[in-house]
């Protein structure tokens, strides 16, 4: 059974930076495609970044410039660098893993962004 433990939330001022990370266990991590969604309060889950298990990373409009997802196959964790942060970017992030039609989720970490 694949788990997923993310780490690395917490609160920081606009323009701040924080680095999440997502460690995996369980299952083949090269396997997988790796992404990062968020959810904030009132709001549905959006999907923030993806990171193929070839390496190839994709990002949604509102983080291109500022976000970079990167994975590192010897320890088995996904990573995503926020720069530059805005308040809109205040949510829980989510880590997932998907394997065709297999698809687990971490439990999720608080980022906060506020003066």
């Known amino acids: 059974q694949v788990q997923l433990v993310e780490s690395g939330g917490g609160s920081v001022r606009p323009g701040g930076s924080l680095r999440l990370s997502c460690a995996f266990s369980?299952?083949?991590?090269?396997?997988?495609?790796m992404k990062w969604y968020r959810q904030a309060l009132g709001n549905q889950r959006e999907l923030v970044a993806v990171i193929t298990s070839g390496g190839s990373a994709n990002y949604t409009d509102s983080v291109k410039g500022r976000f970079i997802v990167s994975r590192d196959s010897a320890k088995n964790t996904v990573d995503l660098q926020m720069d530059s942060l805005k308040p809109e970017d205040a949510a829980v992030y989510y880590c997932n893993a998907q394997y065709y039609t297999l698809e687990y989720w971490g439990q999720g970490t608080w980022v906060t962004v506020s003066l």
């Open positions: 369980g299952s083949t991590f090269s396997l997988y495609t």
